[in-house]
Structures are given as C-alpha cells and as structure tokens.
C-alpha cells in the first residue's frame, strides 16, 4: 500500500502535522483513488472506504487502534477542516468530473454510457449500474445532465454542489 513508504516521515518529529498531511492529500489518497471513476460503489465499499480514510490519519498520528478515540477528534487533531472533501466525497467529485468529460467528447465512450438498458437486470449481475449511481448521487435526471456538462462553469459548480450535498449525508 502507499502508506507503507512513509514510515520514516511518520516517526520523524521534525515534520509538521501539516506537512504530514499534505503528504497524504498529494501521494497517498491518489494512488487509493485511483481509477476511482469508473466504480459502482456499494454501502459496504463506502464503509471500506471510510475506514481506509480514517486508517491513514491514524497511522499517521501513530494512533493505537486500541486507543478509544473518536474520529472527530482524530480529524480535529490533523486540522481537518470543515471545507476538505473526504475520500469517498473526492471519489464522487472524480466521477462526476469524469461524466462530464466524457459526455463532452463524442466517441464510442459517450454512445455505451448512454446506452444502459432498462428494465430488470439477469440474476447474478451487478446490483447497481454507473450510470444509475450518477444519476442517484446528482438526483437530477439524464436530459438535465446532458444540457449541464455542456458548459465546464455550470458543471463545475454543479459537481461542487453534488459533492457538498453528499457531505451531509455522508456520516464519519
């Protein structure tokens, strides 16, 4: 795992909590995200997620699992502010930036997202499709989308606005 590489920064007393920590937003949350797009998340992979997250910072406070803290004193104590996106909140941003990516462009990509089918799915496949978790996670229908990505200012924002939507519904 990336985390792995950073034992030497991790004990160094020399290197700031906010040093540490920018460390982990520049090098260690890419390498976890990674391809984060083009995944249909679950409650249970939202969890892992979550857990993942909140792993990190304690590895990087040197936090015993056995001690009994919160994870909001965990996230206080790093200087976590009210503004950061957390991982599943930044995983959501970059698959909301990737659908508008790829409903600008027009190509074979374009043409298969669009084309998801309707109707009930065979027993033993996938219980949520891309398209669907897009569509639930903006709540806001496909002609809508397809008009908003249009223009990268309006979907910017738009995708800030999802984002920050799921921020209140997202629990640490």
């Known amino acids: 795992m990336a985390i792995r590489g950073y034992e030497k920064v991790w004990k160094d007393k020399h290197v700031s909590l906010h040093t540490k920590a920018r460390i982990v ?15 249909t998340k679950t409650r249970a992979m939202e969890k892992k997620i979550d857990a993942c997250e ?42 909301l930036m990737f659908f508008g990516h790829v409903m600008r462009a027009n190509g074979m990509e374009k043409d298969m997202m669009l084309a998801y089918g309707e109707g009930r799915r065979k027993r033993g496949g996938p219980m949520k499709r891309w398209m669907e978790e897009i569509l639930t996670m903006s709540e806001i229908n496909l002609a809508v989308l397809r008009d908003a990505v249009e223009d990268r200012h309006l979907w910017r924002k738009l995708t800030v606005t999802i984002v920050r939507v799921l921020r209140v519904d997202s629990t640490r």
Not at 25 to 39: G, S
Not at 63 to 76: A, C, Q
């Open 25 to 39: 937003n520049a090098m260690i949350f890419p390498v976890i995200l990674y391809d984060c797009e083009t995944w």
């Open 54 to 95: 909140m792993w990190i910072w304690r590895r990087m406070l040197r936090v015993s699992w056995i001690e009994k803290r919160t994870n909001e004193s965990i996230l206080m104590e790093i200087g976590h502010a009210r503004g950061d996106l957390s991982m599943r909140q930044r995983a959501a941003k970059q698959k």
